[in-house]
């Protein structure tokens, strides 16, 4: 089966029907690196989270600082700031930083903590990102919310 757009997701999130406007796209793994296409297809803004947070170290910085609270605070950012929709993209790259504790923390502020924000939140990951990201026993919730794009057809802990 050929891998599938999410446009009903974006079409959801654009839409004024949920408190929290964000949702995941498990992209697949052929797709990864061409997300700025994609969101070009799906006529929404793309933001590449990992060039976000370069830009708000100074010159010279050698370290990040990455935590949670810093991812947060540039998802809200992005979400205060841009268009109706943004595809967000590198997400996996700055959570492989987070500890496991921190990365739940992420998700679960991601599923209830960004209400009413002017610009919808479209966080791709790559489908075989799922367990190192810790995202793994989060997928139902998501999926019952109708906030969770996927071609593939279970989310096995083992996957």
């Known amino acids: ?24 796209w498990l992209m697949p793994l052929a797709w990864v690196g061409g997300e700025s296409n994609e969101s070009t297809r799906l006529r929404v803004a793309s933001c590449d989270l990992k060039d976000t947070l370069l830009e708000t170290l100074p010159a010279e910085t050698r ?31 700055l959570f492989t930083r987070l500890k496991h504790q921190e990365r739940l923390q992420v998700w679960d502020q991601l599923y209830n903590g960004f209400p009413h924000y002017p610009c919808a939140l479209l966080i791709a990951i790559p489908e075989t990102a799922v367990n190192p990201l810790s995202l793994s026993g989060a997928l139902e919730k998501w999926q019952a919310d109708g906030r969770l794009h996927s071609d593939q057809s279970t989310f096995d802990e083992g996957k």
């Open 1 to 24: 089966m050929a891998p599938t757009l999410p446009y009903n997701l974006v079409a959801l999130l654009q839409s004024d029907k949920l408190r929290d406007r964000v949702g995941l």
């Open 63 to 93: 370290y990040s600082g990455l935590n949670a609270k810093k991812i947060l605070e540039l998802l809200q950012s992005i979400a205060k700031q841009q268009p109706r929709c943004t595809l967000v993209y590198n997400v996996d790259v």
